[in-house]
């Protein structure tokens, strides 16, 4: 006879280093919550539909609470040999309250039970990362706000390619972070289904209201089949998916920071308290958080692989192999909200090197593609003033000038519609102004781009 909570049938117990292999208990723990919330929903349905009696569902929410309380005082002592945190609680609970406790698994099993709380885990988890999102496009709306006017390259090819407001080029990080944002919120209505009384698999011949459940756990529907219930785990690989995504975003980004706080670039400084040295170098600030953050991608990236890989061929309805969902979950979900709030912890702080920012568009030919365009406003074919620009770029280079810097005579050597208004033109600040097109980096597209996107976080309660 085993002492296990199926031990009926065997005959012999497995050793402790096979049970130390099924168990889930060292993870699975993190569901406790959710855990003892599908429990009190499930006994409150039971006693409303007369399956157990009154009394012994107080029994069972009153001994509930008292282990949530205990394992918060770190008064609860899990077993291995009790396999996951659904046994471990239930072994526990009847302990303390003897029979009632042996009821509450009336009409469901673990397996729609270990759905249930990943449900509740995912949906909570998931409303959390999109309040981080949020708060981290209002920080880079807030950094945007106060540089319209900094003036900055924007590369193709990491070549310094035109001038670009810095405002713009931080500002096509909310707008990345908010597509992520409505990704997760589109992935609610398939993360907010109930599972719970689909039991093993094919639902039970006890009198349960699935719908009541639904709505004492506050999800927005039941799954329709019972098999479905317990074998789907694509809102975790969506999540997973949207975890990654938005990870990419941000390495994306992190990357960015780590160029802009070269000693090559110097766009940005970043605060000592988000930067750290090294253990040889004196002089070194390493930013060490940005790295961290464009590194930890290998790990989203690699969960969603993983999950995917496992669920590929998985037979219905519940394999043990699903239990293999949770430890990727658990690290992507820590990994995102911890790299989302140290990213805008790092974001408020740096500062941004405007006077060097405004500088470095006057050392260089970022400003290449206006004069070919002053050209064709006095009638030269953009092929001919192309080729005239570039000449002039390669005088320039051999002489170690810029275009603000080549005298008059020389440009009306090349082409005799060349003015001294060609000057103005060609400052880097005139060069945005001239864009007018929306969605530009031009001062007032940016402008109004950021009160579309002061809306756009302002429409959230809409
Ligand atoms: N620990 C298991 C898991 O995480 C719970 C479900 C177990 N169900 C079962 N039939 N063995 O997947």
């Given at each position: 006879m085993s002492s296990k909570a199926w031990g009926g049938r065997f005959q012999q117990q497995p050793e402790d280093w096979v049970d130390e292999f099924n168990a889930s208990i060292d993870f699975d723990q993190t569901l406790l919550d959710e855990d003892v919330q599908g429990s009190i929903a499930h006994a409150t349905m039971l006693a409303n539909q007369h399956i157990i009696s009154q009394d012994d569902k107080d029994a069972i929410i009153n001994g509930l609470k008292e282990i949530q309380q205990d394992f918060y005082n770190g008064k609860l002592d899990f077993k291995k040999s009790l396999e996951d945190i659904h046994l471990n609680i239930e072994h526990e609970l009847i302990q303390r309250v003897?029979?009632?406790?042996?009821?509450?698994?009336?009409?469901?099993?673990?397996?729609?039970?270990?759905?249930?709380?990943?449900?509740?885990?995912?949906?909570?988890?998931?409303?959390?990362?999109?309040?981080?999102?949020?708060?981290?496009?209002?920080?880079?709306?807030?950094?945007?706000?106060?540089?319209?006017?900094?003036?900055?390259?924007?590369?193709?090819?990491?070549?310094?390619?035109?001038p670009i407001s810095f405002a713009h080029h931080v500002m096509t990080y909310f707008w990345m972070l908010d597509r992520d944002y409505s990704r997760f919120v589109d992935s609610m209505k398939r993360i907010d289904i109930s599972p719970l009384g689909a039991a093993a698999l094919s639902g039970t011949t006890h009198p349960i209201d699935r719908h009541e459940t639904q709505q004492l756990l506050g999800f927005g529907s039941v799954y329709e089949n019972s098999l479905d219930a317990v074998s789907d785990r694509d809102y975790i690989i969506e999540t997973l998916h949207n975890i990654s995504l938005t990870m990419i975003h941000l390495s994306r980004f992190a990357e960015e920071i780590i160029f802009w706080s070269t000693d090559e670039a110097k766009f940005i400084t970043l605060s000592d308290a988000f930067s750290t040295g090294s253990s040889i170098m004196p002089q070194k600030k390493n930013p060490d958080m940005a790295e961290l953050i464009r590194g930890k991608v290998g790990r989203t990236t690699g969960h969603l692989m993983s999950m995917l890989v496992t669920l590929k061929g998985l037979p219905l309805a519940y394999n043990k192999d699903l239990q293999e969902d949770k430890e990727g979950l658990f690290d992507s979900v820590r990994t995102v909200k911890g790299s989302l709030r140290i990213f805008e912890g790092m974001l408020d702080t740096m500062t941004v090197n405007t006077d060097r920012l405004n500088k470095t568009v006057h050392q260089d030919f970022s400003n290449a593609t206006e004069l070919a365009d002053y050209l064709v406003a006095k009638d030269v074919p953009f092929r001919?003033?192309?080729?005239?620009?570039?000449?002039?770029?390669?005088?320039?280079?051999?002489?170690?000038?810029?275009?603000?810097?080549?005298?008059?005579?020389?440009?009306?050597?090349?082409?005799?519609?060349?003015?001294?208004?060609?000057?103005?033109?060609?400052?880097?600040?005139?060069?945005?102004?001239?864009?007018?097109?929306?969605?530009?980096?031009?001062?007032?597209?940016?402008?109004?781009?950021?009160?579309?996107a002061k809306k756009v976080l302002n429409n959230d309660t809409l």
């Open positions: 003897g029979d009632a406790g042996g009821k509450l698994h009336t009409g469901r099993s673990r397996n729609d039970q270990v759905a249930t709380d990943l449900h509740l885990y995912v949906k909570k988890e998931v409303q959390d990362i999109q309040t981080l999102i949020r708060s981290f496009q209002t920080s880079i709306l807030n950094l945007a706000q106060s540089h319209v006017d900094t003036i900055m390259p924007g590369y193709t090819h990491l070549q310094r390619a035109q001919t003033a192309h080729e005239i620009v570039g000449k002039i770029v390669y005088e320039c280079i051999q002489q170690g000038i810029y275009l603000l810097d080549v005298p008059l005579a020389r440009y009306q050597e090349l082409n005799t519609n060349i003015d001294q208004d060609v000057y103005d033109y060609l400052k880097p600040e005139n060069c945005l102004s001239r864009r007018k097109s929306y969605g530009s980096t031009g001062q007032d597209a940016v402008r109004h781009q950021l009160n579309v």
